[in-house]
């Protein structure tokens, strides 16, 4: 009786971590063992099981914080791309004006392939890498993403005005891809907060 009594006693700690274990599901990770254990064999187990489960649960959260960037980044050059094919059937255009068109459209499928690979790997952070910069003008890649925005602004009702000086050049440092990226999302967010009719 005395065996059993202890035994019970010893193995009680298992059985927490057995139902613990049941109660756990890809979408609540949050569940820890709440044990207060010596350090001995059990402890350690106990331990190990609330450190796993930690691992796991920041695992699952990169993974839905990685979904969630890739539906927010690929969601802009969509609107753009359908915003263009829209104007493009809209009326009838001359062959040139719908080449230009069909080349902002190839550009914006580039830029949105290249999105899915670099969402698709880690974080440039989280894999230690060093950005590629090389001297770029800012001046064209502004300029090229006021007019690729202009109709999502004129649809919105809000007046998108690039006062931007071609003879004045805005050297940087910097990747290329990130930064049209960065101001996409930048002017997208400010068509988007503004109220119709605001500038």
Do not use: C, W
């Amino acid at each position: 009786v005395g065996g059993f009594f202890l035994a019970g006693r010893a193995l009680a700690p298992v059985s927490a971590i057995t139902a613990t274990a049941q109660q756990i599901s890809a979408a609540d990770l949050s569940q820890r063992l709440e044990l207060d254990l010596p350090d001995d064999e059990i402890g350690r187990l106990a331990r190990t099981f609330n450190a796993m489960l930690a691992r796991l649960d920041r695992a699952f959260q990169r993974e839905r914080q990685l979904t969630a960037d890739v539906s927010h980044e690929l969601r802009t050059p969509l609107a753009m791309l359908k915003t263009q094919l829209s104007l493009a059937r809209s009326r009838p255009r001359d062959t040139e004006t719908l080449l230009s068109m069909m080349a902002d459209m190839e550009g914006d499928v580039d830029r949105m392939t290249r999105l899915i690979e670099q969402m698709l790997s880690l974080t440039a952070i989280e894999h230690e890498q060093n950005l590629t910069l090389t001297p770029l003008d800012l001046m064209p890649l502004l300029q090229h993403l006021a007019a690729q925005l202009q109709p999502i602004a004129e649809a919105k009702g809000v007046h998108l005005q690039a006062r931007l000086d071609p003879a004045d050049p805005l050297p940087v440092m910097g990747d290329s891809d990130r930064l049209h990226q960065l101001f996409t999302n930048l002017l997208d967010n400010a068509i988007k907060y503004t109220a119709s009719g605001g500038k």
